[in-house]
Nanobody, 125 residues
Framework: QVQLVESGGGLVQAGGSLRLSCAAS????????MGWFRQAPGKEREVVAA????????YYAESVKGRFTISRDNAKNTVSLQMNSLKPEDTAVYYC??????????????????WGQGTQVTVSS
């Protein structure tokens, strides 16, 4: 069983920055692909960014490329999402997810077996 706990959400003005963190339990974290997803009211959950088990490969949704950066620290069992130049359309609940069965990342939610509880990000205009 893997437990994921997100932190770092909040309210920020457009153009501002936030850093989300996800702490994971389990000894095999370094073998998991990890992803950040978000879900806005009335919309489907969508991938924001994903990272392979060793951090060598990353993926970003087109809407966040150049503004968001995903990273991981396998020694600390954490994955982070640095969000810069935030826009009102980035407002959503952000979720951390773990895929313990594949070291490479996936962009589809159903590939991920474990999810955090979510953290709210609100960007005001």
């Amino acid at each position: 069983q893997v437990q994921l706990v997100e932190s770092g959400g909040g309210l920020v003005q457009a153009g501002g920055s936030l850093r989300l963190s996800c702490a994971a339990s389990g000894r095999a974290f370094s073998s998991y692909a990890m992803g950040w997803f978000r879900q806005a009211p009335g919309k489907e959950r969508e991938v924001v960014a994903a990272i392979s088990y060793n951090g060598a490969r990353t993926y970003y949704a087109e809407s966040v490329k150049g503004r968001f950066t995903i990273s991981r620290d396998n020694a600390k069992n954490t994955v982070s999402l640095q969000m810069n130049s935030l826009k009102p359309e980035d407002t959503a609940v952000y979720y951390c997810a773990a895929d313990p069965y594949s070291g490479t990342y996936s962009v589809t939610p159903h590939q991920y077996s474990y999810w955090g509880q979510g953290t709210q990000v609100t960007v005001s205009s």
